[in-house]
Structure formats: structure tokens, C-alpha cells
């Protein structure tokens, strides 16, 4: 099926997931832990988006993890997914309320008439990147900052999943260390 939208068809609704688990250093507890969490994820349908000859289609997106029977979330992201169809391009951008914003991206599909068979896809950005690279704080930068970031996106039936790592240069560790999640989502609606 041709969807304007392309691979990023498939994600447009709403999403749960209580399957997600994050490992990262824990200043609380001053070690690295696994954390497992429940996610909740809206991803919005928007477009033409134009700039010159380039048409963009996107799903505007906010998605909150909880751990426990937290009131509060204790991690958020709102952003973008975008699609350009005339060079197979995938980006997704959003800002972690840490002070980092991310512009990922990658060329994703060689038939972009037809990517129904785009259900496995990776993005990425690196620091000081030319086009997909990390934005961060101050004290960021000095303590814990981030190198990189890598997602794997993979649509199932109704679910989509995604496999993400963030290295991050921590004063904490002599070696970038991984601070990875990972989510399986079923639509809801
Ligand atoms: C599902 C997605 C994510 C979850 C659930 C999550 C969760 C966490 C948690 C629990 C911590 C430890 C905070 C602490 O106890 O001190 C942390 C730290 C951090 N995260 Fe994430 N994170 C996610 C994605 C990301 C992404 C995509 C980035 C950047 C691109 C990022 C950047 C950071 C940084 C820089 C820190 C270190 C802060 C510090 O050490 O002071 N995280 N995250």
C-alpha cells in the first residue's frame, strides 16, 4: 500500500507498553540499574510539510514512562517523525526535558512507492553530527554528555517496537558508557 506517511504509517495512534526496560547510572543509588517501565505514546498524523520541492509527511509525538506506581512520569519526550518520501529519509527530532534535544536520522527505504516491506528501520545522530547531532546544557556537557544516540525501529502487527542506545560520557565512568531502552507498544487506540 502507498501511504504518505511511508514506514511511519504504521505508527500513527496510540500506544502503551508495559514490557520497557532502561538501564542507566543512578544517582540515587549511586550504580547502574535496570529499570523496568510502563510507556504511554501518542504519535499524530501532520502534513505536507514544505520546504522548496521538499515534502515532508510526520507524526507529531509525545510518549511518558513511569516506573512503579509513580504518580509522575519520570521520563518524557515530544518531538517529531518525519518522511520523505523522495529520498527514503526518516528523522525523528525531540527534546528530553533534561536539556538535550536530538535530530536523528537515516535513509531507510530504496522503494519509496512501496514500503511495506520497511518494518525494520535505524536512526541515528552523534555529537558535532552535520545533519543528525545532539543539542545539550551546560552542565550536561561537563558531566554526563551525551556522544550518541541509535534507535531501531521494528512495526509488528498493532505493536511497533524500538531498541535505543544513548552513549553518554559520564564523570562517573573512565569508558562511554550505554544507557539503553528499550519498549514493545500494542495500539489502544
Ligand atoms: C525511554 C527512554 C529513556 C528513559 C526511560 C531514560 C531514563 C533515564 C534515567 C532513569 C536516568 C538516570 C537518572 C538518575 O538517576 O540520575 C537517565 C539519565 C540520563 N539520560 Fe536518559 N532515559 C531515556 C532516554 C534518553 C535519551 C534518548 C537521552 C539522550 C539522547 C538520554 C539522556 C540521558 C542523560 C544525559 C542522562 C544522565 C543524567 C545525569 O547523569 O545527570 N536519555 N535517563
Known amino acids: 500500500m502507498t501511504n504518505e506517511w511511508g514506514p511511519l504509517g504504521a505508527l500513527a495512534g496510540e500506544w502503551e507498553g508495559e514490557g ?20 504511554k505514546c501518542t504519535l499524530k498524523p501532520f502534513g505536507p510539510v514544505d ?8 507524526l507529531d509525538y509525545r510518549s511518558a514512562m513511569w516506573r512503579g506506581d509513580e504518580e509522575n512520569p519520570f521520563h518524557t519526550e515530544v ?3 518525519l518522511w520523505d518520501a523522495a529520498t527514503g529519509e526518516v528523522m525523528r527530532g525531540f527534546v528530553v526535558p533534561r536539556g538535550i534535544t536530538v ?5 531507510v527505504a530504496t522503494d519509496t512507492t512501496d ?3 520497511t ?9 558535532g553530527g552535520a545533519q543528525y547531532n545532539i543539542g545539550e546544557n551546560l ?11 541509535e534507535v531501531t525501529v521494528t512495526v509488528g502487527d498493532d505493536t511497533w517496537s524500538y531498541d535505543e542506545t544513548t552513549m553518554l560520557r559520564m564523570n ?9 531502552d528499550h519498549n514493545t507498544l500494542r495500539r489502544v487506540g
Do not use: C, I, M, R
Open 20 to 39: 520497557g526496560l532502561d538501564t542507566a547510572f543512578s544517582h540515587a543509588e549511586n550504580k547502574v540499574l535496570g529499570t523496568p517501565y510502563l510507556e
Open 51 to 58: 520546504n522548496g520541492s521538499q515534502h515532508l509527511y510526520g
Open 79 to 81: 518531538g517529531y517523525w
Open 103 to 107: 535530530l536523528a536520522g537515516g535513509t
Open 115 to 117: 514500503t511495506t516491506d
Open 119 to 127: 518494518t525494520e528501520f535505524t536512526l541515528k545522530a552523534a555529537q
Open 139 to 149: 552542565y550536561l556537557a561537563k558531566n554526563a554528555s551525551t556522544l550518541s544516540y
Open 172 to 180: 562517573e565512568f573512565d569508558e562511554p558508557f550505554a544507557h539503553t
